[in-house]
């Protein structure tokens, strides 16, 4: 399987971006899929998660209320909707998947998208 994200790119601080997380391969519907991003000079963060049913999420504290994530197991694909940007958003954003949520929570995951720039201008 391999995950591809897209979907980044330039936004004024306050507005939306929605972020895809397609795969291809074979169907990962039975995987964990989470968002992870890294900002320049700092260490990759959990963002949020999503069990394999779209049932149960989970998100950072930094994120809540403002972000969304969802999936579609019939399009192999997870979205990231994102509102109320804010520049410290900014970041390079990557999905990954992981059968197991204690190893994506961690971002041990099994399977990693290559990257998607957001920025989020102030």
């Known amino acids: 399987v391999q995950l591809q994200a897209s979907g980044g790119g330039l936004v004024q601080a306050g507005g939306s971006l929605r972020l895809s997380c397609a795969a291809s391969?074979?169907?990962?519907?039975?995987?964990?899929v989470g968002w992870f991003r890294q900002a320049s000079g700092k260490e990759r963060e959990f963002v949020a998660t999503i069990n394999w049913s779209g049932a149960w999420t989970n998100y950072d504290d930094s994120v809540k209320g403002r972000f969304t994530i969802s999936r579609d197991n019939a399009k192999n694909t997870v979205y990231l909707q994102m509102n109320s940007l804010r520049p410290e958003d900014t970041a390079v954003y990557y999905c990954?998947?992981?059968?197991?949520?204690?190893?994506?929570?961690?971002?041990?995951?099994?399977?990693w998208g290559q990257g998607t720039l957001v920025t989020v201008s102030s």
């Open positions: 990954a998947a992981e059968k197991r949520i204690d190893r994506l929570r961690i971002g041990a995951a099994e399977l």
């Open positions: 391969g074979r169907t990962f519907g039975s995987y964990f």
